[in-house]
């Protein structure tokens, strides 16, 4: 059983950067596909980025050339960078991690679930 556990959110300025980590545990990280997701106040849980076994990546069209995702296997942890945030990237944040090679943008792809860690951007 893989547990995650996600860190690194804040309180934070449009325009500012914060990169949000997500500790593995259980499970050798190098083994799965790795995603994040976020929702927002009365809105549905939406993909954010992922990355595959080997460091492949996706991200939807509202965060990208803005966040980045990486992994660093050796520390168990994958990461996403997030620069240039804006009100509307404030959000719950959660790391999920796949069996697959590539989970991807479904979130029913994704077994395991971390907590989620709040990041808000004020304007």
């Known amino acids: 059983q893989a547990q995650l556990v996600e860190s690194g959110g804040g309180l934070v300025q449009a325009g500012d950067s914060l990169r949000l980590s997500c500790a593995v ?12 997701f976020r929702q927002a106040p009365g809105k549905e849980r ?4 992922a ?22 296997n050796a520390k168990n942890t994958v990461y996403l960078q997030m620069s240039s945030l804006k009100p ?6 959660y790391c999920a991690a796949s069996s697959r090679w590539y989970g991807g943008s479904s979130s029913a792809a994704y077994e395991y679930w971390g907590q989620g860690t709040q990041v808000t951007v004020s304007s």
Request: no cysteine.
């Open 25 to 36: 545990s259980g499970r050798t990280v190098s083994n799965y596909g790795m995603g994040w």
């Open 46 to 49: 939406e993909f954010v980025a």
């Open 51 to 72: 990355t595959s076994r080997i460091g492949n990546t996706g991200y939807d069209d509202s965060v990208k050339g803005r966040f980045t995702i990486s992994r660093d």
């Open 88 to 93: 509307e990237d404030t959000a719950v944040y």
